[in-house]
């Protein structure tokens, strides 16, 4: 994280574009803003769009304008978030979800600096700094043609990348006293001291949410706090070890038809109601999925756990229940 930080100073003294890399919930827009506020252009418009919550058509209207007309529903002109970012930051989250006649698009303004609303045929140039961000591997939609190679370049100028949380849990006891902090000033309540306990639980917990789930968690308990520890009854079940591994939201059609295929093959032996259906199922799954995890983790449970997202202890009371401790080096 520190050289995060030292990174994120020095690119924001300049203008070039930069790519902010790194799973959901470790701080992206944090640091997008950071760049913009440290930057010449600190004063300027500060405009962030999420490119995953539009549809297409929404999007191109929303990233460039578009005119009286231009579409059914357009019953006037309308002011694009590229020109509303004139003289400042533009940052575009979610930059994977961009559909290729978009990626265009924005090709062009990165080069020329230039568009047209939808629906007109008038230039309009601007003078903007773009940020973008995504939690997938880019080179990857590149290679499966999902994303365009020459704009990948092009926004590939300063790359950053934001570490998971469960690379620097160093950094949990700083965070939670920051959040306990922040949480109690907003709640009007005396901060909670942390319980060693808890803090043991956090460290051992693999965060696929990151900052922005443990951020979650310590609200979560300043809110349901009845003194004032913060202890670990105040964790959800799964951080404490207590709740099986999240397979997913598996629809029930889902199960069943993953069910018929498994009796099948002779794999699985139907008993009981629909409820035994499905933890028969779901078993067999978690079961198989922990195995192929801890193979390919070569039986290390540590960085299996951290794989899985979930806590070491949880994933040594599976290993027993399913009677995999050969898998386990």
């Known amino acids: 994280m520190?050289?995060?930080?030292?990174?994120?100073?020095?690119?924001?003294?300049?203008?070039?574009?930069v790519l902010l890399l790194g799973e959901t919930g470790t701080?992206?827009?944090?640091?997008?803003?950071?760049?913009?506020?440290?930057?010449?252009?600190?004063?300027?418009?500060?405009?962030?769009?999420?490119c995953g919550a539009l549809s297409e058509s929404l999007l191109e209207s929303e990233l460039f304008g578009h005119v009286k007309g231009a579409f059914t529903s357009a019953f006037e002109n309308r002011t694009g978030r590229f020109e509303a970012s004139h003289g400042g930051t533009i940052f575009l989250d979610e930059i994977n979800s961009m559909s290729f006649p978009l990626q265009v698009k924005l090709l062009r303004v990165l080069q020329e600096q230039e568009?047209?609303?939808?629906?007109?045929?008038?230039?309009?140039?601007?003078?903007?700094?773009?940020?973008?961000?995504?939690?997938?591997?880019?080179?990857?939609?590149?290679?499966?043609?999902?994303?365009?190679?020459d704009l990948y370049y092009r926004l590939n100028v300063c790359p950053i990348f934001l570490p998971p949380l469960r690379d620097r849990t160093e950094d949990l006891p700083a965070l939670v006293n920051h959040f306990i902090l922040k949480y109690a000033r907003e709640n009007?309540?005396?901060?909670?001291?942390?319980?060693?306990?808890?803090?043991?639980?956090?460290?051992?917990?693999?965060?696929?949410?990151?900052?922005?789930?443990?951020?979650?968690?310590?609200?979560?308990?300043?809110v349901m706090a009845t003194t004032s520890r913060f202890t670990p009854d105040l964790l959800p079940p799964h951080v404490r070890g207590l709740a099986p591994i999240r397979l997913g939201m598996s629809k029930k059609r889902d199960?069943?038809?993953?069910?018929?295929?498994?009796?099948?093959l002779g794999m699985l032996q139907i008993a009981g109601d629909e409820t035994d259906l499905h933890q028969q199922v779901v078993s067999m799954v978690e079961r198989q999925l922990i195995t192929q995890t801890l193979?390919?983790?070569?039986?290390?449970?540590?960085?299996?756990?951290?794989?899985?997202?979930?806590?070491?202890?949880?994933?040594?009371?599976?290993?027993?229940?399913y009677g995999l401790s050969g898998e386990v080096r």
């Not at 944090?30 to 760049?35: E, T, V, Y």
């Not at 794989?307 to 229940?321: C, F, V, Y």
């Open 2 to 17: 520190g050289e995060v930080y030292q990174t994120t100073r020095q690119v924001a003294r300049s203008s070039a574009t």
């Open 295 to 321: 193979k390919s983790c070569q039986g290390v449970q540590t960085k299996t756990a951290s794989r899985l997202g979930i806590n070491r202890n949880t994933l040594h009371k599976k290993i027993e229940e």
């Open 188 to 222: 009007d309540c005396a901060p909670l001291q942390i319980a060693e306990e808890t803090m043991k639980l956090l460290q051992e917990y693999a965060w696929p949410g990151n900052v922005r789930e443990l951020e979650n968690y310590v609200e979560r308990a300043i």
């Open 27 to 50: 701080g992206k827009e944090l640091i997008a803003r950071a760049i913009h506020e440290l930057s010449p252009r600190g004063s300027g418009p500060y405009i962030r769009v999420n």
């Open 115 to 149: 568009f047209e609303r939808v629906g007109d045929t008038r230039t309009i140039s601007v003078d903007t700094r773009i940020v973008a961000a995504t939690n997938r591997e880019l080179l990857e939609e590149v290679e499966q043609g999902k994303f365009r190679e």
């Open 255 to 264: 199960l069943e038809s993953i069910a018929e295929e498994l009796v099948s």
